[in-house]
């Protein structure tokens, strides 16, 4: 992935990048970062010497035919692990022990502590499971990252990316030992990770909002359905007053 596809990253959009310092050139930690675009996961580790483990939906892995052998192949290939979303608590869990196994063997593990994608640029409420439990647990730093601009090169729709610097910012790495074996207490997980937030949000400088993004999401959703039905109402309501009108001229 760094001298195919990492190399022509950089080579075609020229990112940026500041704190490269703060990465340890061995041992593991976590790298928590904004989740702005699908390209995320390639610039980071693109930037980097050395391998970054993400985790990805076991679909990606498992799906049949030609296409879905690519697919898994390159997921593999780029050092992505599969998440099985089924049982009591899904990916939650799933995602905790990935990311164990990972620090574990003394490696870089990365995580999107927001969930998911943001829908609107904006940084979205950390969910308190995966980042912060692999933290506790294995005692590793966690070091904060921003990625900027992704979302401007390809948008939802746009097939052909747009040629432009992304940026990367890495801050210094979070010490939570002070905590070390206490990944069951609800509030020490909350509390760690909204002090990664509040990190990602100065080193981004994205408008923090206090919500989940699935559940801005949804919201987004709602209101795309309700404008859509608004219209067809409209639409509607202006036929029938047309068609009043012309029975009128008659």
């Given at each position: 992935?760094?001298f195919?596809?990492?190399?022509?990253?950089?080579l075609?959009?020229r990112p940026?990048?500041?704190?490269?310092?703060?990465?340890?050139?061995?041992?593991?930690?976590?790298?928590?970062?904004?989740?702005?675009?699908?390209?995320?996961?390639f610039?980071l580790?693109?930037?980097?010497d050395?391998?970054?483990?993400?985790?990805a939906?076991?679909?990606?892995?498992?799906?049949p035919?030609?296409?879905?052998?690519l697919?898994?192949?390159?997921?593999?290939?780029?050092?992505?692990?599969p998440?099985?979303?089924?049982?009591?608590?899904?990916?939650?869990?799933?995602a905790?022990?990935?990311?164990?196994?990972?620090i574990?063997?003394?490696?870089?593990?990365g995580i999107?502590?927001e969930?998911t994608?943001s829908?609107?640029g904006r940084?979205?409420r950390g969910?308190p499971?995966g980042?912060?439990?692999v933290?506790l647990?294995?005692?590793?730093?966690?070091?904060?990252?921003?990625?900027?601009?992704?979302?401007?090169?390809?948008?939802?729709?746009?097939?052909?990316?747009?040629?432009?610097s992304?940026?990367?910012?890495?801050?210094k790495?979070?010490?939570f030992?002070?905590?070390?074996?206490?990944?069951h207490?609800?509030?020490?997980?909350?509390?760690v990770t909204?002090?990664?937030?509040?990190?990602?949000?100065?080193?981004?400088?994205?408008?923090?909002?206090?919500?989940y993004a699935?559940a801005?999401?949804?919201?987004?959703?709602?209101?795309e359905?309700?404008?859509?039905?608004?219209?067809k109402?409209?639409?509607?309501?202006?036929?029938?007053?047309?068609?009043?009108?012309r029975?009128?001229?008659r």
């Amino acid at each position: 992935m760094k001298f195919s596809i990492g190399g022509a990253l950089k080579l075609a959009f020229r990112p940026w990048v500041e704190g490269l310092e703060n990465v340890p050139a061995e041992g593991p930690a976590i790298l928590a970062s904004n989740h702005l675009s699908f390209s995320d996961s390639f610039f980071l580790p693109a930037v980097l010497d050395r391998k970054v483990t993400f985790i990805a939906k076991a679909e990606y892995f498992t799906s049949p035919g030609v296409k879905g052998k690519l697919t898994a192949a390159f997921f593999k290939g780029v050092g992505q692990l599969p998440v099985d979303r089924s049982g009591a608590r899904g990916a939650g869990e799933a995602a905790v022990r990935s990311g164990i196994e990972v620090i574990e063997r003394g490696e870089l593990f990365g995580i999107y502590p927001e969930g998911t994608r943001s829908p609107d640029g904006r940084l979205y409420r950390g969910k308190p499971g995966g980042l912060a439990r692999v933290a506790l647990a294995t005692g590793a730093p966690v070091i904060p990252v921003a990625m900027i601009d992704t979302e401007k090169i390809q948008p939802p729709g746009q097939v052909v990316p747009k040629l432009m610097s992304p940026g990367i910012r890495i801050g210094k790495p979070l010490d939570f030992s002070r905590y070390h074996g206490m990944d069951h207490d609800r509030f020490i997980l909350r509390s760690v990770t909204d002090e990664v937030m509040y990190e990602i949000m100065k080193l981004s400088g994205q408008e923090y909002v206090d919500i989940y993004a699935t559940a801005a999401k949804r919201q987004i959703a709602d209101a795309e359905k309700a404008a859509r039905e608004a219209a067809k109402e409209a639409g509607r309501a202006a036929k029938a007053a047309g068609g009043a009108e012309r029975a009128g001229d008659r």
